[in-house]
């Protein structure tokens, strides 16, 4: 079965450089979460679309926005990186009209040196 | 801010052994749902719970939504060594739109 799809899966950038993070969601899931794992620590949630728009903020920096295209898939970018952006960033999709299935992509883990 | 309270923070158990792990909150929630993630890859739902009192099995896996609506548990039976990882309870808060607050987890080592 088709699962969330997260690319790219290792990304090294410098402070203050940007980075875009993308996510695919599951076929027919219309609904796209974006969370921050930092080392040892529980899944952040940052913010969520819901048919192409935002419907959800969280603890998502002014320094990061994101986005949910036609296709619904979503793009995280983030711009002026910061050491402390380092983390694994994940995705997870969900269809509204059927039960909670929330499912995580494999997440792109974010290294900023 | 909502939060969840996980306990235990890790566990080492032998083989063959039954695991308990709970999650509670002051809040309410709405739906409860228990994750395990191993190293490098995203969290892999186990088991969903939408209805208080409501009673779930997956396999070795048991989880229940408390009647207050401000806990769950899950047990583990006859552990085996890949059942190793950290496993996470979230849950949707009333009023979120689908949202999930995470408890700081569960990490399970399971000797042969």
């Known amino acids: 079965a088709a699962g969330v799809i997260q690319s790219p899966r290792h990304l090294i950038k410098e402070k203050r450089e940007t980075a875009t993070l993308k996510c695919y969601p599951i076929?027919?899931?219309?609904?796209v979460y974006w969370y921050q794992q930092g080392p040892g620590q529980d899944p952040q949630f940052l913010i969520s679309?819901?048919?192409?728009?935002?419907?959800d903020k969280g603890s998502i920096p002014d320094r990061f926005s994101a986005q949910q295209f036609s296709d619904y898939h979503s793009e995280l970018n983030m711009s002026s990186l910061e050491l402390g952006d380092s983390a694994l960033y994940f995705c997870?999709?969900?269809?509204?009209?059927?039960?909670?299935?929330?499912?995580f992509g494999s997440g792109t883990r974010l290294t900023v040196v | 801010g909502q939060q969840l309270n996980q306990s235990p923070q890790s566990m080492f158990i032998q083989e063959g052994e039954d695991v308990s792990m709970n999650c509670t909150s002051s809040?309410?929630?709405?739906?409860w749902l228990w994750y395990k993630q191993e190293p490098g890859e995203g969290p892999v739902l186990l088991i969903a719970?939408?209805?208080?009192?409501e009673l779930t099995s997956n396999g070795r896996l048991t989880a229940q939504f408390g009647i207050t609506r401000k806990d769950s548990f899950l047990n583990i039976s006859a552990s085996i060594p890949s059942d190793v990882g950290i496993y996470f309870c979230?849950?949707?808060?009333?009023?979120?739109?689908?949202?999930?607050?995470f408890g700081k987890g569960t990490k399970l080592s399971v000797k042969p």
């Open positions: 997870a999709s969900s269809s509204r009209t059927g039960a909670l299935g929330y499912t």
């Open positions: 076929p027919r899931h219309d609904t």
């Open positions: 809040s309410i929630f709405n739906t």
């Open positions: 679309f819901y048919e192409k728009m935002q419907s």
């Open positions: 719970l939408y209805k208080a009192g």
């Open positions: 979230a849950g949707a808060p009333g009023g979120s739109q689908g949202n999930l607050i």
